[in-house]
């Protein structure tokens, strides 16, 4: 389904992912774990066309998307949810989450998705008509969440979404994110929480200063003595 081959990147003259390749099959669910600044984030943004690769190709359903607009890759079913729960503060829930539903083929669905969003995050119908800067950290991380599948993604690519919410809001977003397959949706998840990463993830890579040391299943680099060294403190 999505698949890179020898990526290698750079900010300004620095170098940030070197060789880099990664393959994520339909119905998957697909961790990529590391430190902070290890190259997740710099990954991400090179499959949704924010930044380009300086060599290397990356494909999406069969179809090269490297060197597309981000908006044309939104629009064949990839969607990117970003950090930190960005969201527009000043519109309301709905009107965020109308915003992640301007691709053509999924505001002809609108409706129908926004009740299918509804049902995964029951809290964003209950603050429907709330401005979204009165939501909490983790309400905003839902709505963000949310209008990332009002595009109607084949695949979705989430960028830490546990960071900086507490010890309860951490297991539900993992929760979400592991019933989206139900949904018809794959999912890339980029997360520092390792160990609730891999126990969700069925294949997983980890990366170090911008290069892949390490793959298989989650359950294999769970019991990986390097992984339970570096991550879990073990």
Not at 2 to 16: D, P, W
Not at 84 to 98: A, H, Q
Not at 211 to 225: F, N, W
Request: aromatic letters at 6%; charged letters at 25%; glycine letters at 10%.
């Amino acid at each position: 389904m999505l698949e890179l081959n020898n990526i290698n990147a750079f900010y300004g003259k620095v170098q940030s992912l070197w060789d880099l390749s990664l393959k994520v099959e339909e119905a998957e669910i697909v961790a990529l774990v590391g430190a902070n600044g290890a190259g997740k984030t710099t990954l991400l943004n090179t499959i949704c066309g924010l930044m380009s690769p300086a060599s290397g190709s990356v494909s999406f359903l069969g179809r090269r998307i490297d060197g597309l607009t981000p908006h044309s890759i939104v629009e064949m079913g990839l969607s990117h949810i970003p950090e930190s729960g960005r969201v527009f503060p000043d519109m309301t829930v709905r009107e965020n989450l109308e915003m992640g539903a301007y691709p053509y083929h999924a505001w002809k669905m609108k409706e129908e998705t926004l009740k299918q969003v509804f049902q995964i995050f029951p809290r964003l119908e209950e603050r429907e008509g709330q401005l979204a800067r009165t939501l909490s950290g983790g309400e905003k991380q839902m709505l963000a969440m949310g209008r990332g599948l009002m595009s109607r993604p084949r695949l979705c690519m989430f960028d830490e979404p546990s960071y900086g919410l507490a010890p309860k809001l951490v297991l539900e977003v993992f929760r979400i994110v592991n019933s989206l397959r139900e949904h018809g949706i794959t999912v890339l998840l980029v997360e520092q929480n390792v160990r609730h990463t891999l126990e969700i993830a069925d294949r997983a890579y980890v990366l170090e200063n911008g290069r892949m040391v390490l793959e298989g299943s989650g359950a294999e680099l769970l019991q990986s003595d390097y992984v339970k060294k570096a991550y879990l403190g073990l």
